[in-house]
Each structure stands twice: as structure tokens, then as C-alpha cells.
């Protein structure tokens, strides 16, 4: 499983120096964080370099957005009527406009606007379905990706997770972008069955033989590996990082002031401010928050120089840089050769972690609203249901996956 840049509020410089030191890598662009000049640019930049990739998010999930960056730009429509703009030229200027603003990128594939699902009901699947055939119809020269972007109610929606998995059996489509909402606002999901239902419908189209891609996703997620995700996307701040229609309706307070901040210990699966990495230094548990060296993030070193953590400047570039370092090797190393192996290794990845989130607090070295703990069982439970749903057809199909 790939990790991509989902692209967020002063991400141009980490985009352009985390491609160049991967060697590559693929960031999805954000009309509400750019103009189109500056969507050109940093286009141009980051396929200047090797492995560089962009996609382009029309992000049109909202079409009544008052976000003044996002609708600037010229493929939004200057009015929006719920009954006919699907069904009239109103959705054909949008596809061709959208189709240019991809060709003028020299995106990867063509990811299709898609409206955010409050419910999955015949009139979302009907918009889908319509989206998707009159994009067949452009010649767009380069793969579609249909957006399902979906309500948190709409991910616990189960049987509407199986409808959406039907329509897509008859959709000429490359693959799917998918945007979960999380649910009460929580950056680390807890709920069983929004999780189960993700993997469900992730694992349900690859078998269909689509490519998925999960955008604004954090390390809770990993477990979508055990569905043989293509790629998941995250970014620096959490609006990047969890998905919520509110980021789309007016600037949040992430662009207009700076917030603590966190550092990201792979081994726990869990977040700390420094002052609880000073904690850890006090109480001699700080070396076991160090990366492993494998991960190549040297953006935390500073930490762990013997010196009160505090003190060294560790800052938001080096912490946003370690947190999407440390994921890229945790996403790459999720899946293994076999469907069995990779549930388990994602159990034993678990179980480490939740020892060494146990181990932390007993030393007083608490996470605050960043830990993990209250995810570990509700992830193990998502994971048990996808070996009883789709076990037996992903351990069948895991070598063309």
C-alpha cells in the first residue's frame, strides 16, 4: 500500500522536498488551498522530479460551498439547482471544465467530481451513475477514478455499502477515490462498524478489480492493507488527515493560527505533545519512541539526543515531515505476500503497539486527545469482520491484487 500527499494549507514545500527524498510519489491537489496558477506550478515542479505524480481533487462534494478560494475557480458552476444540473449542461461544463484543469496538470488519472452522500440512497447512486457515463463519453485519454464520498452515517450504513459495491459492477471505471467521514469529529476512529464497513467496501472493489485510493487518512487506517488498498492519503494538519465536509463550507482555524505540537511515536500508534516527551525523558522511556532506523526519519532526532526534548527546536516542519515519514514506511509495509500473513502481521502490530502505549502512561507519558487506546479493539474487530466477509475471496485473489 502506497502513501500519497493528500495536499493541505502550506503543504507546497513539504510536497516538493518528501517527493524528492522518496524518490517519488504521487500528491493529490487541492483547489481550495490553490489557485489555478499556483495548481500549475506546483504541478510542473513535482513531475519535474523523479516519480513525481499529481492527481487533482475537483473537491465538488458541497456544490453550495461558500469557501471563496475553492469556488474561484472556473469549473465551478455559478449556480447550482439541485433537480436539473445532473441532467443538463450544467454537469457537462463541469466534467469538461474539470477534464481540462487534468489535462493542463498532466495528472495520472482524472478523479471525477462526486457528491457527498448524507444517505445512499437511489438519488446519490442514480448522480454517481450519471457522472461516471458522461465521463465515459469525454475521450479523457487517461484513467477515471469515480469520488464516493460518503457521510459518517453513510459509512455505518451497511447495506448501503453493499449498494454502492453493486452499482460499481456495471460502472467503466479505473477505480474509486473514497472519502469516509469520520464520526463525531474524532481524528482516530472508534466505531466497529464505520471501520468494518471501510474495509468492506475497499476490499469489495478490488476484487471488482478497481484501483482505490482512500484520501484524508491518518495511521488508523493502516488496516486497510489487510483490503489491499492501492493507496491512502494524508497530509500535515488533522483537516488532511480525517475528512469532514466542513473543511469545504469556509476556512478553518488551521489556516489562520499555528497549534501545538505533536509528535508522532510509530510504536504506540499514538501522538504526544513535547511536554510528555520531556515526561518520558524525566522517567528514562524516551529511546523507545524513537523511529526505527529503517523509517530513515531523521526530522525527530533532535528528540532523542539526550537533552530535555523540549529544548531543541523540534517544531511544525520536522513534525509533519516525521509524521508523513513514518507513515510512508508503516503504509508500504502493511501488506505482505499472502491475505493470512498480512491480517496477522497488522494483529501483531496491534498488540505491540497497544503494550507500548500501556507501557508510556505507566510512566506517566499520556497522549492526550491523540492516543490510540480506545481504537486498538474497535480496529481488531473490523479486521475479524473482513476475514468473515471477504476472507475467503481475498485469500484466492491476493496474487492479482
Given at each position: 500500500?502506497?502513501?500519497?500527499?493528500?495536499?493541505?494549507?502550506?503543504?507546497?514545500?513539504?510536497?516538493?522536498?518528501?517527493?524528492?527524498?522518496?524518490?517519488?510519489?504521487?500528491?493529490?491537489?487541492?483547489?481550495?488551498?490553490?489557485?489555478?496558477?499556483?495548481?500549475?506550478?506546483?504541478?510542473?515542479?513535482?513531475?519535474?522530479?523523479?516519480?513525481?505524480?499529481?492527481?487533482?481533487?475537483?473537491?465538488?462534494?458541497?456544490?453550495?460551498?461558500?469557501?471563496?478560494?475553492?469556488?474561484?475557480?472556473?469549473?465551478?458552476?455559478?449556480?447550482?439547482?439541485?433537480?436539473?444540473?445532473?441532467?443538463?449542461?450544467?454537469?457537462?461544463?463541469?466534467?469538461?471544465?474539470?477534464?481540462?484543469?487534468?489535462?493542463?496538470?498532466?495528472?495520472?488519472?482524472?478523479i471525477l467530481p462526486g457528491l457527498m452522500a448524507d444517505a445512499i440512497d437511489d438519488t446519490w447512486l442514480e448522480t454517481l451513475r450519471t457522472i461516471v457515463e458522461h465521463a465515459g463519453t469525454l475521450n479523457a485519454g487517461m484513467p477515471l477514478y469515480a469520488t464516493v464520498a460518503l457521510s459518517s452515517d453513510s459509512v455505518k450504513d451497511t447495506a448501503g455499502i453493499q449498494d454502492v459495491l453493486a452499482e460499481f459492477e456495471t460502472l467503466e471505471v479505473e477505480g474509486a477515490y473514497l472519502l469516509f467521514e469520520h464520526p463525531n469529529g474524532e481524528y482516530i476512529v472508534q466505531d466497529p462498524i464505520w471501520l468494518a464497513n471501510a474495509l468492506e467496501l475497499a476490499a469489495g472493489l478490488r476484487l471488482l478489480g478497481k484501483t482505490v485510493i482512500v484520501g484524508y487518512a491518518n495511521h488508523a487506517l493502516l488496516c486497510l492493507g489487510a483490503a489491499s488498498v492501492n493507496a491512502i492519503a494524508s497530509g500535515t494538519w488533522m483537516n488532511v488527515r480525517a475528512f469532514s465536509r466542513g473543511r469545504f463550507l469556509a476556512a478553518d482555524d488551521e489556516d489562520i493560527k499555528r497549534?501545538?505540537?505533536?509528535?508522532?511515536?510509530?510504536?504506540?500508534?499514538?501522538?504526544?505533545?513535547?511536554?510528555?516527551?520531556?515526561?518520558?525523558?524525566?522517567?528514562?522511556?524516551?529511546?523507545s519512541m524513537a523511529p526505527p532506523a529503517e523509517f530513515g526519519s531523521t526530522y525527530a532526532a533532535a528528540l532523542f539526543s539526550g537533552v530535555q526534548p523540549s529544548s531543541v527546536g523540534f517544531g511544525e516542519q520536522e513534525a509533519f515531515r516525521h509524521y508523513l515519514q513514518c507513515l510512508f514506511h508503516q503504509a508500504r509495509g502493511v501488506r505482505t505476500a499472502t491475505f493470512d500473513s498480512?491480517?496477522?502481521?497488522?494483529?501483531?502490530?496491534?498488540?505491540?503497539?497497544?503494550?507500548?502505549?500501556?507501557?508510556?502512561?505507566?510512566?506517566?507519558?499520556?497522549?492526550?486527545?491523540?492516543?490510540?487506546?480506545?481504537?486498538?479493539?474497535?480496529?481488531?474487530?473490523?479486521?475479524?469482520?473482513?476475514?468473515?466477509?471477504?476472507g475467503a475471496m481475498l485469500r484466492r485473489a491476493w496474487p492479482t491484487l
Open positions: 500500500m502506497d502513501l500519497y500527499l493528500q495536499f493541505g494549507h502550506g503543504m507546497m514545500e513539504h510536497s516538493r522536498h518528501l517527493v524528492r527524498s522518496w524518490g517519488g510519489g504521487t500528491v493529490i491537489l487541492s483547489p481550495r488551498d490553490l489557485t489555478r496558477e499556483q495548481l500549475v506550478k506546483l504541478s510542473d515542479e513535482l513531475r519535474a522530479l523523479p516519480g513525481g505524480q499529481v492527481l487533482v481533487d475537483p473537491q465538488f462534494y458541497v456544490p453550495r460551498s461558500d469557501h471563496h478560494r475553492l469556488t474561484s475557480h472556473d469549473y465551478w458552476p455559478d449556480s447550482y439547482q439541485t433537480n436539473g444540473f445532473f441532467s443538463g449542461t450544467g454537469m457537462q461544463t463541469l466534467l469538461s471544465t474539470v477534464l481540462q484543469l487534468n489535462r493542463d496538470l498532466g495528472c495520472a488519472a482524472f497549534k501545538a505540537v505533536w509528535y508522532y511515536d510509530p510504536a504506540s500508534l499514538s501522538e504526544y505533545k513535547l511536554t510528555f516527551l520531556d515526561m518520558a525523558h524525566r522517567n528514562g522511556v524516551l529511546a498480512t491480517v496477522s502481521n497488522l494483529r501483531q502490530s496491534l498488540d505491540a503497539a497497544e503494550r507500548q502505549a500501556r507501557f508510556l502512561a505507566q510512566n506517566q507519558v499520556l497522549p492526550q486527545g491523540r492516543g490510540f487506546s480506545d481504537a486498538f479493539d474497535p480496529v481488531r474487530a473490523a479486521l475479524s469482520s473482513l476475514e468473515a466477509t471477504r
